[in-house]
């Protein structure tokens, strides 16, 4: 069976309502070096047009959508959804899928959703796929927001692992072109890595991170670190089940950052369910310092991880050698417990 249709195997997708938007909640960011309130809006439409047909290998956000969206569906969920702001600077809108699919987000939603966040809030970040991306939106777009950013995934800029790993068929040509007509429009761009794509093994995933970062760099503002967590109805679901995936060790990120640190951009991570099992962890011990030192470091409050210690790391250094033995990326841990 091939990548593609494995991926699209492990979906199950259900009913939602169209006119309830999926979450929002405020979280801390940077805007002009200060940390700030940064207001997340997550809507539901009917999701990533990829992941209709088949999907990147680690991505669950289909499992959110609704089976058709209409306009008037995301205007409700706007008008409700407006009445939660408090004073948020900084808004970043998500919709399961990208921003700028005339046939997930139709223009005409698009301009309100742009406008009445523009009016609200000094920045706009929206996401969106690199190659969906037209000058005539952006142009129209940048004239809504006193700032915005696009975000994108671009996850690898390593061909083999887009294609055999991640499941993408785009790359950092895309990404370059969409960054280009971005920065035209004076618009910034953020730029998506994964840390621990399926198939890599720790280490090969750790040099992956550090080289797409540098291959990112010259088109990017901030480069944004996510290491993959562990979503139910994915591919990599189905390997995490087989003790064939263990999501990143957080050192593994510690190491993806203090290896990117000169950069241009600006370089972040937010480990989603860091520190617990389906999303990056170490030991279980010092969990909670390493990824509140990841998050400090993030909003720029720490310059390095040099005071972090404990004694799994050297269980972290054995795992990365045992891989290389095993010649694969299956979790040598979760093989000698079973
Ligand atoms: S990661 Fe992005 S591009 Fe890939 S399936 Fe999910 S929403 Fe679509
Ligand atoms: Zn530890």
């Known amino acids: 069976m091939r990548l593609q249709e494995v991926v699209k195997d492990e979906r199950r997708p259900r009913e939602f309502d169209p006119r309830e938007y999926i979450s929002t909640w405020t979280e801390k960011d940077l805007l002009h070096g200060k940390v700030v309130d940064a207001w997340v809006i997550i809507f539901r439409t009917r999701g990533c047009y990829w992941a209709r047909a088949s999907g990147c290998s680690m991505c669950g956000y289909v499992n959110d959508v609704a089976q058709e969206v209409a306009p008037a569906d995301i205007g409700h969920q706007l008008d409700v959804v407006l009445r939660k702001h408090s004073g948020q600077p900084l808004v ?75 499941n993408k068929v785009w790359g950092l040509p895309e990404h ?17 890595l994964l840390v621990k794509p399926p198939f890599l093994t720790e ?39 087989r003790g064939e995936y263990r999501p990143p060790w957080l050192w593994s990120v510690v190491e993806v950052l203090e290896r990117t640190h000169d950069l241009k951009a600006h370089v972040k991570s937010h480990p989603t369910a860091g520190g617990m099992v389906r999303g990056a962890h170490n030991c279980g011990k010092c969990d909670r310092a390493v990824v509140n030192a990841i998050e400090e470091f993030s909003l720029g409050l720490r310059k390095d991880f040099e005071d972090l210690r404990c004694d799994c790391k050297a269980v972290w250094s ?5 891989q290389g033995f095993m010649l694969g990326p299956s979790d040598p841990l979760a093989i000698l417990e079973t």
């Open 92 to 166: 970043k809108v998500y919709t399961s899928g990208n921003f700028f699919d005339d046939h997930e987000v139709p223009p005409e939603i698009r301009e309100r959703i742009l406008r009445e966040l523009g009016d609200r809030c000094d920045k706009v970040i929206v996401e969106t796929l690199s190659h969906l991306l037209r000058v005539d939106q952006l142009e129209r777009a940048v004239q809504l927001a006193d700032q915005l950013e696009v975000a994108f995934g671009l996850e690898s800029t390593s061909e083999r692992v887009l294609r055999y790993a991640v």
């Open 176 to 192: 370059a072109k969409a960054a280009a007509l971005c920065h035209e429009a004076g618009a910034s761009v953020k730029t998506y």
């Open 203 to 241: 280490r090969e995933s750790i040099e992956d991170a550090v080289q797409s970062g540098h291959d990112a760099d010259p088109y990017s503002d901030t480069i944004s670190f996510n290491p993959v967590n562990v979503q139910s109805h994915t591919l990599v679901d189905r390997l995490f089940r």
């Open 318 to 322: 054995a795992y990365r050698e045992a």
